[in-house]
């Protein structure tokens, strides 16, 4: 149980930043109300529904970065569960003849109704989500499209319950905006808190670089599931609800249309933050509002405006495309809405005890093989890495470092041999599977997930290992002390230069609390000075944390000062294994690496 | 200005927007809330056109019932749905005496559940699904020949030409190619007519293989094969058809009644459809065609100007019987029976019906890249089919 409260632990900054945005999003409902009246009742009617399919589809499009074409697919669904279940048995009698008897004559209130509209939501996320969430990118997004045309076909074939093609009609007249009021309100804080719950900052950091969030023990396909369901099971309520509104519809009222409508609302107000989907649809509704009164002609005494047709889908067209070319990331952007932060006491932290190493255990190659067709990537590849020792893996360009790399780290599998962690065979396991057992990685060339903070960075990484929340923030907090972040801890990464880039990622590889970790040229790009800072720096690491460090380095200078022991490899198979002094003197070393240097120098 | 001013003439100034123009005691205001943009605007674009036009005559005569001057209020759905009940909300608190709402079945009963509530009589320009007045109530109507009208006279047709087997293709993907059809089927059983076979396709389908080797395979070919399919299926199907040697006679309904099917050549030749008026020699669809071009300077493109144009003249109809009293319930009533009221193609008599008029229809032959008139009847309502 204190697991799962933890899955739906929010900081007090995501709490404060949802009521300020419904408390606005409220106000400007009320306003709309006692200023405008009827007209601005209905006006509001209009922006709260767009916004409850907007923000359910910005809870899986804008933290997974797939944009979803099927979300309407859902709202259809929820709008025909409600419909059947609400109508009046007469009514009902005379549109359905054909209805299943388990199905006819509820009469259900729309509370009631609402509750089986997000139970049939959450099966259709359940069910859905299985293929789409296994797939990444314009994949995802091109399944989602097929997703809404079968949806829409069913719905279209199921004539008994939904006349098919027909219109389904008989829906009971019941959205007011006093009805969509508190439900767009609970969608707000839901969307906003959800977006920095763990499942939140997991799928956001997926979006970010999915490589690095398996490696920070983050599983892909878990999140964006979770993602996925959540954002289905609210579009279903919104469908109800757009549905009660129409009062009668069918399956083209929730198809290609209204997609593109609630997208382009998104994509306007900025499909990454909860003020994007909160600003968009209000831009968009304000524009399609003032343009068709515009439209349709009035006279002010001194001009008369003729009627113009069309003026609202252009507005619509232009907005659309400033907004593309202006704000490519919407009006809104990264900018989420919130209470001035408060300069809160840093929380001042005993230094936690490092895990201990298990004593006797280490990371273990055995005889990893690796082949690409007719070439050889990796041949029997066989090494140790005790607890606290700094092994350096050094080859040729080309040697297959990286291949003997991403498959300890679970990202290519072996075709023979073996690593084993601790004890633990690692054959078989994923990238983020393997990352939880205890072994960290950093890239070659830096995956950071670059629209989170420095702080978002290293949590995501903490809160796959630390029990509480509590404890990963303890966690998060100490190690932004330890890599001298601290001043840079509300930063996005992309910000960052290039040596607090690589410290952030050492930084969030270590919150794994790993017993071994995997450096891939940490070094790259760094000048002498950066090089001698960053040697310090992990055998300060080594020392304190009591890892053990694999480092595959092209930089001499930075292996021979660093490291226990040195591995070399070359056309995928190790050729030398010992002391920094013992390699630099071994022949073959000499003739495959250090030799063809003195060539090339010579040449 | 202070900001209780400006909140104030903001207030005004919406209220007047949305409202449009004061309408004078005497006017009768009618609200249109059709789709000017999108989708639908092929059809509700030139109804409109055609409803002005006669609203302008109607005036030029003292108004309805020669007393009450028109007001028009016209708003753009842009073929959503959602925003057709925007429309009609706005339109029904603006207390217009007549709403018009979309040639579409789902905007049309939308729209509808809004303004029978507030007793205010509702014309579909031309939607031609039969269930749109029971769908919403007593004060929804129709104006256009309806699937299932169409489909009995089709059916009556057939059984005239002595046809006794058809096949009938459909696509569930919309309520007009599933349900015409299928009205035509059970229509053309009842009469002792015999369905050989069905076939179904997808809007948009460009192969119709399957459909056709379907009916090739039949032993004895189909009399006659009917379906509602229009453009682009319509003229893909059809030349499929011909081109696998199947000579069977083919019937469609208005959907075909555009350039496109004049288009086919010899494929076509032979096709007789419904439609809803044709300007043949002497009709009032020719007169009306005529006035329109000496108008415009244009001959129209549609038969639905001409359909458009006829509703200002049924309400006319309908306050005229009602002695010039113009409140909902007597207008409803007026309107629900009226009985042979003469207009451009043809007379339309809601007394008696479920308010989908019994009206004429016309069957048009096409041949050598030309249509030519079958006939134009109302068909018996007790043929035709129950929605």
Redesign the interface.
Known sequence: MGRLSAEFWVGTEARSSALLLALIVGLGTLILHYVFGVWGDRIATLLLMSLMGVLALSVFTGNSGIVSFGHTAFMGIGAYVSGILTMPAAVQKGALPSLPDFLAGHELGLAPALAFVLLAGLVAGLVTGLPIARLSGSGASIATLALLIIIHVILVGAREITRGSQTFYGVPNLTTVWVALPLALAFIVVARLFKDMPAGLRLRAARENEVAAAASGVNIFTARYVGWVLSAALAAVAGAIYGHFLSAFSPKDFYFDLMFTMIAMLIVGGMLTVTGAIVGTALITAVIQILRQVESGFDLGFVHIPIIFGLTLVGLGLALLLAIWRRPLGVAGLYELAWPASAGPTAELAAAPPAPPAQGAALEIAGLTKRFGGLVAAEDVSFRVAPGEIVGLIGPNGAGKTTIVNMICGQLQPDAGDAVLDGASLAGQGPSAIARLGLGRTFQAIRLFDRLTVTENIMVAALSVEESPGSARQAVARLLTRLELRSVADQRAGTLAYGPRRRLEIARALALRPRYLLLDEPAAGMNPAETDALVATLSRIRDDFGVGLLVIEHDMRLIMRLCDRIVVVNKGQKIAEGTPEAVRGDEKVIEAYIGRRRERAAA | MTLRTS?LA??TL?????A??PALAEDFTIGLATA????LAFVDQPSLQGFQLAVEEINANGGLAGKHKIVLD???T??????T??AA??LV?AGVKVLITPCD??PS??A??ISQPAQIPSFTFCGT?P??P???GDYMFGTYPADNAQAALLADYAVEKGYKTAYVLKS????YT??LPEYFAEVFQKKGGTIAGEGTYALGQQDFSAEVTKIKGLDPQPDVVMTAAYEPDFPAFIKQLRSAGITSAVLGSDGVDSPTTLGLGSDVDGLVHTTAGFPSEGSGVAAFFEKWKAKTGAAPETIYIATGYEIPFIIDAAVTAAGGATDGPTLRDAIANLKDVPLVTGKVTYAGTNRMPSRDITLVEVRGGARTLVKTATPDPADVPAP
Do not use: M, N
Request: glycine share 8%; charged share 15%.
């Open positions: 909140i903001a207030t919406a209220t007047a927007l949305a449009g123009a000017q943009t999108g989708g016209i708003k753009d842009r073929s959503d749905t959602a925003a009940v925007q909300q706005e608190a079945a789902d009963i939308a509808g559940q699904t269930t749109i029971s769908a919403v569930p993907d919309t309520a599933l349900k």
